[in-house]
Every structure is written in C-alpha cells, then in structure tokens.
C-alpha cells in the first residue's frame, strides 16, 4: 500500500487558516487522496477526497501538487472545534480505508 | 451523529470471556466494515462486508474473532476467550459503494477493556 507522512502535530490559533501537508511520493495514478479527521472521543469521520483536481467543500480545500506527489489540506478559519486527529489516506477506488497516525491539530484561543 | 449506532458504547470483561458487540449502520448503506483502534494510532482494518457477504479479513483477524451480517443490515463482532491484548476501541463505519465513491460514514465505537 503506498504510504502517506504528516507531521505528527501542529498548532494554529483559533480563526486563523490551516495548511496540513501530507507527503504521498509513491502514490499511484489510481490511487485517491483523502482527508478523515477524528475528534476526540469520537469515530473519525470525511473531510475531503480528490484525485488530480484541487478540491473544495464546506469542510475544507484539499490543495494537490501537480505531480501528486504531495497535498495539502486547508482549513480556511479554524475554530476550537476543528482540534482533532487529522488523516491523509490513499486508497484505490472503492477499497478500504489504510489509516496512518495523522496529524494532532492544536487550536490555541 | 452519523446515523451509523454501536452498543454497546463500554464494555468491560474479564480475561477469558467472549464478547459480542453490534453494529448497525445507514440503513440503505450496502458496505459495512470493522477497525480496532489502541490509545495513539490510527483505526486497524479488521474486515468488511458487501450485503451480507464478508469480502476481506485482515491478518489482525484471529480466529478468535467473528463477524457475521445475516441479512445485510446490522452487524455483530464476536470476540471469544478475551485477553488483555483485546483491549481496544472497536470502530464500525458503514458507506453506499457505487462505481468512483466510497465514503464511510463511522460510529461512536465500542470500547472494550479486558481485566
């Protein structure tokens, strides 16, 4: 399974922008980029997928590199409430999720 | 609240015992999948089924383990003769396969410590 690296935690202060990286240098050209995040205590749950396009939705913008081999999540006005355990996963069409260790994001007020 | 339920929500046993935990996921969701998640990593794949049919088990799958979808809809996860190992949160997520989408949608966990 090609693998994905993030840091291990981050900080950001409350209502600003966020930019998660996520490194994914073997990634395959069928393989998909998605976001789950886990807020504590809870099940993780979507954020975000994409392929090749830069990606936007309620949530967040998935930014992704022209050759994909990395991308970024983006978290445009952080709120306390987006502290939580942040995945970047790829997975094949249809296949099952592989979770790594995500990323801790800390907001700080 | 993802629509997606499992109870119970804490289970404690002693080392030894079996333990069964449910799953019932969105209920036009035809794919529904198991994980096991210890303190500081991220869920472990244990196994998935399409309607009724189990379709992968992970190695993590002992033959301690069992996991049945009767008729499509709920789910449960059998644990038999418990150890401390066992101990863990015991994630569900359910998601409508079709061609290119494969969202999951989790619930809340079980979370199981074994005396």
């Known amino acids: 399974d090609a693998k994905t690296t993030q840091p291990n935690s981050m900080e950001s202060n409350e209502e600003e922008p966020v930019h998660l990286p996520c490194n994914h240098s073997?990634?395959?050209?069928?393989?998909?980029i998605h976001w789950y995040r886990q807020l504590p205590s809870q099940g993780p749950e979507y954020v975000i997928h994409g392929l090749t396009s830069n990606v936007n939705n309620r949530m967040a913008s998935l930014a992704i590199a022209e050759d994909r081999k990395s991308s970024t999540l983006i978290l445009h006005r952080a709120t306390l409430r987006d502290a939580a355990v942040y995945y970047c996963i790829l997975n094949k069409r249809d296949d099952k999720i592989i979770f790594g260790k995500g990323t801790r994001l800390h907001i700080l007020p | 609240d993802t629509g997606v339920s499992q109870d119970p929500r804490h289970k404690i046993t002693k080392r030894g015992q079996n333990v069964t935990f449910r799953c019932d996921p969105i209920s036009e969701h035809n794919r529904l999948y198991w994980y096991r998640q210890t303190l500081g990593q991220g869920p472990e794949f244990l196994t998935y089924f399409q309607n009724e049919a189990q379709l992968e088990k992970s190695r993590l799958l002992s033959d301690r383990f069992s996991a049945e979808r009767p008729k499509g809809s709920f789910s449960t996860l059998e644990i038999q003769r418990t150890e401390q190992g066992d101990s863990a949160m015991y994630l569900c997520a359910s998601s409508l396969w079709r061609r290119g989408r494969n969202t999951q949608y989790f619930g809340p966990g079980t979370r199981l410590t074994v005396l």
């Open positions: 073997t990634i395959s050209g069928t393989d998909y």
